[in-house]
């Protein structure tokens, strides 16, 4: 699968969150994490990853090619609600 470019959100900075990272950078996604948690963003932004607020993901949610959730993060959080409204088809 080629993501070169793809603006990917990746919401939920835990686990999960942290294997999304490893799993797409070398596919060339441009990826940003959100959580609710502004220590876990602090530590990834220390790092050089991207990062999010939840609230701001939200308004922004149209700007990303695709949002990934860990499975810790709940699905009626902002960022999964907004984007639940513009599914898109992953070829199932």
């Known amino acids: 699968m080629d ?5 990917v959100l990746v919401a939920g900075a835990r686990v999960t969150g942290r294997a999304l990272l ?3 950078t070398p ?4 990826t940003t994490v959100t959580d609710d948690s502004p220590s876990a963003l602090q ?3 220390q ?8 609230a701001n993901a939200v308004a922004t949610i ?3 090619d695709l949002v990934v ?3 810790g993060f ?3 959080a902002g960022p999964c609600r907004s984007r639940s409204r513009r599914r898109a088809d992953l070829g199932r």
């Not at 596919?27 to 441009?30: I, K, T, V």
């Not at 790092?47 to 939840?54: F, M």
């Open 74 to 76: 709940a699905h009626r």
């Open 43 to 45: 530590t990834y932004a």
């Open 69 to 71: 959730t860990s499975p």
């Open 3 to 7: 993501l070169s470019g793809a603006a």
């Open 62 to 64: 149209s700007d990303y």
């Open 27 to 30: 596919l060339g996604a441009r």
């Open 47 to 54: 790092n050089g990853v991207a990062v999010i607020d939840s």
């Open 22 to 24: 490893a799993a797409l």
